[in-house]
């Protein structure tokens, strides 16, 4: 059975909410590729819409947007997610995860983009 950790981003404010989502909910997820939008009731934000912007599996490895699948994939790379080069014209050789969600995905991000009321409301009542 599918288990994620999920970290909602509300981009009106700025603030991050976790939230732990397992059975039903966690299955709404399978299959999902970063960039897809999905109702935020499966995050206890009934009124909202949310879009996967990422996520990393147990050991730390980040989702990229551009590898297919759910496999792991060796990129040399240059920038962006998964390396941060600490000078110019550095390159590095990166094993990340491809943009569909699996069951090897441990923590999901995604982004609130579109709804009524309060998302920092929402969390709080479920408290």
Same mark, same amino acid.
Do not use: S
């Given at each position: 059975m599918a288990e994620f950790k999920v970290v909602v981003a509300d981009p009106e404010t700025g603030e991050t909410f976790q939230r732990e989502v397992d059975g039903q909910d966690a299955n709404r997820f399978l /299959? *999902? &590729?970063v960039g897809d939008e #999905? /109702?935020? &009731? +499966?995050?206890?934000?009934p &009124?909202? =819409?949310v879009e996967v912007t990422g996520g990393s599996d147990e050991t730390g490895r980040p989702m990229r947007e551009d590898v297919s /699948? =759910? *496999?792991l994939k060796e990129l040399l790379l240059e920038g962006g997610v998964g390396f941060k080069p600490s000078r110019e014209g550095e390159r590095k050789r990166i094993t990340v995860r491809g943009r569909? #969600? +699996?069951d090897d995905v441990a923590? #999901?991000?995604v982004s609130v983009v579109d709804g009524e009321g309060d998302v920092a409301a929402a969390f709080e009542d479920d408290e």
């Open positions: /299959g *999902r &590729d #999905i /109702g935020g &009731d +499966a995050v206890g934000l &009124d909202h =819409t /699948g =759910t *496999r569909e #969600i +699996a923590q #999901i991000n």
